[in-house]
């Protein structure tokens, strides 16, 4: 059998190791320590604009602690966008709060604005103004990011701003990280760099990453006993792990140059076939997290999914729409059919900075030949 082509793999940039052992020698095996305070400052200095980040576990639960931090309680409504992985979602319930989802428009695949509007609308008329706002930066292509702060501000609702898949995508040269009240990264081992399992919190103030640290440490009050007056957490992450955040980080610029290098090719090599790609809106810059293509049909996403796995290819459908999703199906939903669309006929292709000339070639060669 052919060796197997990954979607997106981890791909290490050497000095991982080195803040790895500086953690080893030093005895940090824990969920503090140097490497996270250098991995967090690397973060801010990265991201700029005056933001302060906070370490954690992983992306979800760094959407956790932005809506404990937003206020966000049982009974509230939380206005999310519907076409995302399930972990933009399901902090919502772990608050006992309820979504309510949005569909997407055509340009970005992200949160359509005038759906957004419209929902709001309509639950402050039924009595239960949103507390939150999750939009999210799919495929590392940003949201329509001046619309919705738009809609924020007029609402008064904090954006909660997802960017598990987005690190070092812009707008307008502002990078992805920075556009919300509240904003997450994610470091799972597909994403664009990793720190196996992990995710970041950025907020505006200092005193809030302080309590969202207070939170993701058990919320130990100051006695020289454990003392516990709020519901806490476990969700900071470990200097083992930060350290290989640091070396990421270190090779993050070449990185998105990689992925946006197999979109390109993809692109050229496919211009002529029914396959189509999502073009970057005028000021945008998308870090290219995977590359995506929407065939004509259902049946052809499929025989094409198909197709490349009996090459031993990895590829996978877009995601499907949380509106569509079994656990969510009694939750209030405004659509207009983009979600479930690029759901059926989407379809992510491998797009691993580790990819080869030889391997990206023969995906290509293989659809060709489809």
């Known amino acids: 059998m052919k060796k197997k082509i990954w979607l997106s793999s981890p791909h290490m940039g050497g000095n991982e190791i080195k803040y790895v052992q500086e953690a080893f020698n030093s005895n940090w095996i824990a969920p503090l320590g140097p490497n996270v305070n250098e991995f967090e400052k690397s973060l801010q200095a990265y991201i700029g604009k005056n933001k302060h980040v906070a370490a954690l576990s992983s992306g979800t639960a760094a959407i956790h602690l932005a809506l404990v931090l937003a206020g966000v309680t049982k009974g509230d409504e939380v206005v999310c966008q519907s076409f995302t992985f399930s972990a933009s979602a399901n902090p919502i319930l772990y608050v006992g709060a309820t979504p309510v989802f949005i569909d997407s428009e055509q340009d970005t695949w992200n949160m359509c604005p005038v759906l957004l509007e419209t929902a709001i609308k309509d639950r402050i008329l039924k009595g239960k103004k949103p507390k939150a706002i999750?939009?999210?930066?799919?495929?590392?292509?940003?949201?329509?990011?001046?619309?919705?702060?738009?809609?924020?501000?007029?609402?008064?609702?904090?954006?909660?701003?997802?960017?598990?898949?987005?690190?070092?995508?812009?707008?307008?040269?502002?990078?992805?990280?920075?556009?919300?009240?509240?904003?997450?990264?994610?470091?799972?081992?597909?994403?664009?760099?990793?720190?196996?399992?992990?995710?970041?919190?950025?907020?505006?103030?200092?005193?809030?990453?302080?309590?969202?640290?207070?939170?993701?440490?058990?919320?130990?009050?100051?006695?020289?006993?454990?003392?516990?007056?709020?519901?806490?957490?476990?969700?900071?992450?470990?200097?083992?792990?930060?350290?290989?955040?640091?070396?990421?980080?270190?090779?993050?610029?070449?990185?998105?140059?990689?992925?946006?290098?197999?979109?390109?090719?993809?692109?050229?090599?496919?211009?002529?076939?029914?396959?189509?790609?999502?073009?970057?809106?005028?000021?945008?810059?998308?870090?290219?997290?995977?590359?995506?293509?929407?065939?004509?049909?259902?049946?052809?996403?499929?025989?094409?999914?198909?197709?490349?796995?009996?090459?031993?290819?990895?590829?996978?459908?877009l995601w499907k729409p949380m509106h569509l999703q079994p656990i969510f199906e009694n939750c209030a939903n405004y659509e207009n059919g983009t979600s479930e669309q690029l759901f059926e006929k989407g379809l992510c292709l491998p797009s691993g900075t580790n990819l080869t000339n030889t391997e990206i070639d023969s995906i290509i060669e293989v659809l060709k030949d489809f």
């Open 134 to 317: 999750i939009a999210v930066h799919l495929y590392g292509m940003p949201y329509k990011v001046a619309e919705i702060k738009n809609i924020s501000k007029k609402y008064g609702i904090p954006v909660i701003e997802d960017s598990a898949e987005a690190i070092g995508s812009e707008v307008n040269g502002q990078k992805c990280g920075t556009f919300g009240d509240y904003a997450i990264f994610s470091f799972n081992g597909n994403k664009i760099i990793t720190t196996s399992g992990g995710g970041a919190l950025i907020t505006n103030t200092a005193k809030q990453k302080e309590q969202a640290i207070f939170l993701a440490t058990q919320a130990r009050d100051e006695a020289p006993h454990y003392e516990h007056s709020t519901l806490g957490y476990n969700y900071r992450m470990s200097n083992v792990l930060a350290g290989i955040g640091r070396g990421q980080l270190e090779v993050l610029e070449d990185r998105i140059q990689a992925r946006r290098g197999n979109f390109e090719t993809y692109k050229e090599a496919l211009k002529n076939s029914h396959l189509k790609v999502l073009e970057e809106p005028a000021g945008y810059f998308s870090n290219r997290w995977l590359t995506t293509v929407l065939t004509e049909s259902f049946e052809i996403r499929e025989k094409i999914r198909v197709y490349l796995e009996l090459q031993n290819i990895e590829s996978r459908p």
